[in-house]
């Protein structure tokens, strides 16, 4: 019989991680609805990721200075997704806020493991209410 020890940073880790992919699946959701191209599932697979890199540098490098550079790479990847779902149609750019919400969820990923849950929270609520603040205003403006 094999037996696993499971140490309490393992612990909050994993659970720290369920909160990420959380949080990450909530601004997703708000995408999804609006039936913007990457919804719930981009939403949550990026946020997930970001937080296992961020995960695998508290467990297995130790050292602030790995990661802080696993934290920096982890943003820079997200610049090459974003740019990718960014597309010029004429005279309007599309997708300019989808890659924003992406690369913000990578880095709502990152302080989830790293830091407060409680903060995390207020920090998914104020992505949340900027997309939607962000909209009517759009709205009004166009009016």
Same mark, same amino acid.
């Given at each position: 019989?094999?037996?696993? !020890?499971?140490?309490? %940073?393992?612990?909050? &880790?994993?659970?720290? =991680?369920? +909160?990420?992919? @959380?949080? /990450? ?18 939403? !949550?697979?990026?946020? %997930?990721?970001?937080? &296992?890199?961020?995960? =695998?540098? +508290?467990?297995? @490098?130790? /050292? ?80």
């Amino acid at each position: 019989m094999v037996r696993i !020890l499971i140490t309490s %940073l393992e612990l909050k &880790i994993v659970l720290k =991680l369920l +909160l990420a992919s @959380f949080f /990450s699946g909530v601004v997703g959701f708000e995408r999804e609805i609006r039936k913007k191209p990457a919804g719930i599932k981009t939403h !949550l697979l990026v946020g %997930l990721g970001s937080g &296992i890199f961020t995960a =695998l540098a +508290l467990l297995y @490098f130790k /050292s602030p200075d790995a990661t802080s550079r696993i934290v920096a790479n982890i943003l820079t990847g997200m610049g090459f997704i974003g740019a990718g779902t960014i597309f010029k149609y004429r005279h309007e750019i599309e997708g300019i806020t989808t890659a924003a919400s992406l690369w913000v969820v990578s880095a709502l990923s990152a302080f989830t493991v790293l830091g407060n849950p409680l903060i995390s929270f207020a920090l998914t609520c104020l992505i949340v209410f900027s997309l939607e603040m962000g909209r009517w205003l759009e709205g009004k403006l166009k009016r």
